[in-house]
């Protein structure tokens, strides 16, 4: 039980580390956004590089950090949950909850999802695709890698969260309370 537990505490520090170093693209993104905000009051652009490529670049960054996150926000508890299931029920038994979600619908999905993300990341790469617009950005497979890479990065905090509820459940009380919350306190 308490290699489940280290092995959970690695995932949680480096999906934390990926979190902190990817949420410097929230700064490049505000910058990126208020350039074209203020390019198209201004009526300003830089020839060969107009709106269309500021725009293509605001939605990459955007996924890129939405994708980056979204292991860590759920190693920290910070998605989106549906309370009407486990609104009166003990940290047990949300805890039972979970890996029956885990093993029945996340792992499947992961598994899946995954594996056709590098297919599609793949595919782009190896036909070097670009924008659909005329000048539009190059290089889409850098954010559909993004995808894979995100998926991955969700592959990971499942496999943490699963080890955590698992020494939960079945591991001595001292290991189950320090398995109750994630080893990251950022």
């Given at each position: ?5 280290n ?5 949680d520090g480096i999906?934390?580390?990926i979190?902190?170093?990817f949420?410097?693209l929230f700064?490049?993104l ?5 350039w074209?905000v203020?390019t198209r009051k ?8 107009g709106?269309t490529?500021i725009q293509e670049?605001?939605w990459?960054?955007h996924g890129a ?7 860590y ?9 549906i ?7 003990t ?9 029956f979600?885990i093993?029945?619908f996340a792992i ?7 594996y056709?993300?590098f ?9 070097n695709e670009?924008s659909?617009?005329p000048?539009?950005l190059?290089?889409r ?8 890479l995100?998926?991955?990065l969700v592959?990971?905090?499942v ?7 698992l020494?939960l ?9 320090r398995?109750s919350s994630p080893a990251t306190s950022?």
């Amino acid at each position: 039980m308490q290699a489940l537990l280290n092995a959970s505490d690695v995932i949680d520090g480096i999906l934390a580390r990926i979190a902190r170093l990817f949420g410097w693209l929230f700064i490049a993104l505000v910058v990126v956004i208020c350039w074209d905000v203020l390019t198209r009051k201004l009526g300003f652009q830089i020839p060969g590089f107009g709106s269309t490529p500021i725009q293509e670049l605001e939605w990459h960054l955007h996924g890129a950090l939405f994708l980056s996150w979204l292991g860590y926000a759920y190693i920290r508890n910070s998605h989106v949950r549906i309370d009407v299931f486990t609104a009166n029920k003990t940290e047990r038994q949300k805890a039972k909850l979970e890996v029956f979600g885990i093993l029945v619908f996340a792992i499947p999905y992961c598994i899946v999802a995954t594996y056709f993300s590098f297919l599609f990341a793949q595919v782009s790469f190896l036909q070097n695709e670009r924008s659909d617009a005329p000048n539009g950005l190059e290089y889409r497979w850098i954010m559909k890698g993004c995808l894979f890479l995100g998926l991955v990065l969700v592959d990971a905090a499942v496999a943490s969260v699963l080890m955590r509820k698992l020494v939960l459940l079945f591991g001595p009380p001292d290991l189950a309370a320090r398995a109750s919350s994630p080893a990251t306190s950022h």
